[in-house]
């Protein structure tokens, strides 16, 4: 890969970049062996896995404005301290999951599916 310039493909006006590596550091991955501290490594792992792709936008933004992100899962915990970039998120889940959380009665057929 070329660091000087950031690879994409185009869907119609959309640039789409690639996802982002999410391997946790070494020093997360050894504190996750660790057996009361293994808590923490989930956060940690977290946290920068957001800051890698927030300094990755940012880099983004520097070469080429930036007008509208969209993240197939979560957010961004960065962005959402600065509010630097206008984003939306959409989640993935099943039936059964959204009628869960949101206090409506999940059928059989919807648990079955979850299955």
Sequence with gaps: ????????????????YPIMDSKPTQFIYFLNKIPLIKIMSGLL??????????????????????D?????????????????FNYSSHLHGSSYTFKNQTNQR??????????
Aim: aromatic share 18%.
């Design 1 to 16: 890969m070329d660091y000087n310039r950031i690879t994409y493909f185009e869907d119609s006006l959309i640039h789409v």
């Design 45 to 66: 792992f977290y946290l920068h896995n957001g800051l890698k792709i927030h300094l990755f936008l940012r880099k983004l933004n520097y070469q080429k404005k930036i």
């Design 68 to 84: 509208y992100i969209e993240y197939s899962e979560g957010g961004d915990f960065w962005n959402s301290l600065n509010k630097k």
């Design 106 to 115: 999940p059928d059989l057929i919807d648990w079955m599916r979850r299955k």
